[in-house]
Each structure stands twice: as structure tokens, then as C-alpha cells.
């Protein structure tokens, strides 16, 4: 006998852990907008970001495709969820004006600090661990006009030395945390139990000191 235990329902959004990455990209004027994002996702090296269709990011990337994806660790959700009800588009757009407000210098306001980046005008996020300089390759549209789906073609990766395996370009699994954005809510990842067939880290020893 078969206990069917689910029901249906209806989540208001659909966040069910995912990343949360911090955005960078340049403003008509040369200044850099900062916008924090929990859709985006990685194959190979390439990143697909989520992006809403009015947003100043999305409206950035169409002119200049530019971007640094700096990766959140759990450290800084404060810092994310302060930027959170910013935005860099001025008028504020109609749909966003009653939980929105305009901000124009979005790193002074969420208390982070840009660092210079090496291929693209963008600066990165200095506090977040792991930083991808990239470049917008397709913004490609969907549900019927409300957001693009941007690939982007990742050109560098800057990781801080505490990350990465010593003696490799590998990112410890043991050591690096994203930031989880959760059903509206922050983690930060629980303990490993297991690991993939392909994992190049899985023999990786135990750190000392």
C-alpha cells in the first residue's frame, strides 16, 4: 500500500536555495551599480543570471555587457539584505515604487567596498570570497517581458587564498560557504554528506594549522 503524503500548493516564489550573488555592472554616466541576485547558476564557464526585465542591471548589460558576479558568503547577508530594497533606475520604475526606493551609490549604502578588476570596467566586491569577472553574451527574454535570462561567458575568477586547495586552482568545498537565499530566507550551507563521483577534491587531506 502506497501513503501519498505531498499536497499541492502554491509558493509565492520559488527561491528553494539558491546562491546569492552580488552584480556589478556600469551606468550610462561611467558610475557602477551593485545589485544583489538570487537567481544564477553555472555550467561549465558560463553563468545564466535571472534578471527582471526593469531592472538598471538589465538595462546595463543590454549597452554594456561588463559584468563582475562576486559571489556572497553567509558573513554578508546583512550587507545583501540592505541593498535588497535599493535600486539603481531613476525614476523608480511604476511597478517597484511601493517597496523600492533609488540609490544611487549602492556600495556606500550596503557598507561594502569595490576592488578593482583586471579584464572589465566593473569593480568587484572586495568582502566576497569568490569574485567572476564576465562578460553578457545573450540576454535572452521570458515570461512574456518580465525578465531576461543573461548568459554570461566568465573570463577570470578571483578566489581568496583561504579557499583555494594548496598547489591547485581547485576551490575547497570544505572551506567555501555560499550565501543561501532560502524561501526569503538566509543560510549558509550545512555540514557535507557526500560528495560526486567526479569531485577532484574528495582525497583532498586535512588542513593543519
Not at 561588463?66 to 531613476?90: C, F, K, M
Amino acid at each position: 500500500m502506497t501513503t501519498d503524503t505531498h499536497r499541492v500548493i502554491r509558493p509565492s516564489i520559488l527561491y528553494f536555495g539558491t546562491p546569492v550573488v552580488l552584480l556589478t555592472t556600469e551606468n550610462q554616466d561611467g558610475t557602477f551599480n551593485l545589485a544583489p541576485v538570487s537567481s544564477a547558476w553555472a555550467l561549465g564557464q558560463n553563468v545564466v543570471l535571472g534578471l527582471g526585465s526593469e531592472s538598471r542591471t538589465a538595462h546595463n548589460l543590454a549597452e554594456r555587457p561588463d559584468v563582475v558576479i562576486s559571489l556572497a558568503s553567509p558573513e554578508l547577508w546583512e550587507q545583501v539584505e540592505r541593498l535588497a530594497p535599493l535600486t539603481g533606475a531613476d525614476p523608480v520604475p511604476e511597478s517597484k515604487r511601493a517597496v523600492y526606493r533609488y540609490e544611487p551609490d549602492k556600495f556606500s549604502a550596503a557598507g561594502l567596498t569595490p576592488q578593482p578588476s583586471d579584464l572589465v570596467r566593473p569593480p568587484r566586491v572586495a568582502e566576497s570570497p569568490l569574485q567572476l569577472e564576465a562578460r553578457a553574451v545573450a540576454l535572452n527574454p521570458g515570461g512574456e517581458g518580465l525578465f531576461f535570462a543573461v548568459e554570461c561567458e566568465v573570463l577570470r575568477v578571483h578566489a581568496h587564498e583561504r579557499l583555494v586547495v594548496p598547489g591547485t586552482h581547485h576551490v575547497d568545498p570544505e572551506v567555501w560557504s555560499p550565501l543561501i537565499y532560502n524561501f526569503r530566507h538566509y543560510h549558509g550551507l550545512a555540514p557535507e554528506v557526500g560528495h560526486g563521483f567526479r569531485s577532484e577534491t574528495a582525497e583532498v587531506p586535512a588542513r593543519t594549522g
